[in-house]
Each structure stands twice: as C-alpha cells, then as structure tokens.
C-alpha cells in the first residue's frame, strides 16, 4: 500500500525559509513523478512543483527561483525547499505521487493517485 506522509511545516515571517519533506512507502519513489499542491483557505488546490523520473522539475510561476524541488531516492523522501516566503504563500501544503511509471509531472490534482495528509505552512508579514 503506497503511503505519503509530509511535515516540515510551521509558522515563519516573510523573507524566512522551510524545508517540507514527503516521506514515501510502498512503492520506489524515483519511478513515479511527484508534485507539491498547496491551498489557502477557501481556494482550489494548486500546483507548485514538480519532479518527473528522469529528474525534470517544474514550477509554478509564482513560486519560480524561491521553491526547489528535490528528491532522496535512497531515503524515498521528497524535499521542497521554500525561501524568500511571502504571506501570499500561506497554506496547507500537500505532496502527491502519480500512479503511472516515466512519465512527467502533471499540473493538475486529478492526476495524482496518492496524496499525503498535509502540513500547514504561515507566513506572517
């Protein structure tokens, strides 16, 4: 059974920085792209990041040059390290894993079979 389950999260002033870490089981982490998605409150969850197998990443725009994208294979841990915070990046952070082998990462939820239970990320100004 694949199991995703993330922390790192807390409460940071704006210009400060974390690391959110996506801890995988079940299957191997490095066969199957991964995405970070967040969601503030009362919004649509989004896209933030993505890393495909080959090692591809992409980003949204607004998180472009701040947020890295990274993985373990040996620890099957995923990283999104987030730097130069801004209040606008408030929200509960979620990583996911999609569920067909070697292919890239999609931007949209439904196209992620495994979710982890979130972490909450503040920033205050």
């Known amino acids: 059974q694949v199991q995703l389950v993330d922390s790192g999260g807390g409460l940071v002033q704006a210009g400060g920085s974390l690391r959110l870490s996506c801890q995988i089981s079940g299957r191997t982490f490095s066969r199957y792209a991964m995405g970070w998605f967040r969601q503030g409150p009362g919004k649509e969850r989004e896209f933030v990041a993505g890393?495909?197998?080959?090692?591809?990443?992409s980003y949204a725009d607004a998180v472009k040059a701040r947020f890295t994208i990274s993985g373990d294979n040996a620890k099957n841990t995923a990283y999104l390290q987030m730097n130069s915070l801004k209040p606008e990046d408030t929200a509960a952070y979620y990583c996911a894993t999609m569920n067909v082998r070697f292919t890239t990462a999609g931007r949209t939820p439904n196209e992620y079979k495994y979710w982890g239970q979130g972490t909450q990320v503040t920033v205050s100004s």
């Open positions: 890393v495909d197998w080959s090692g591809s990443t």
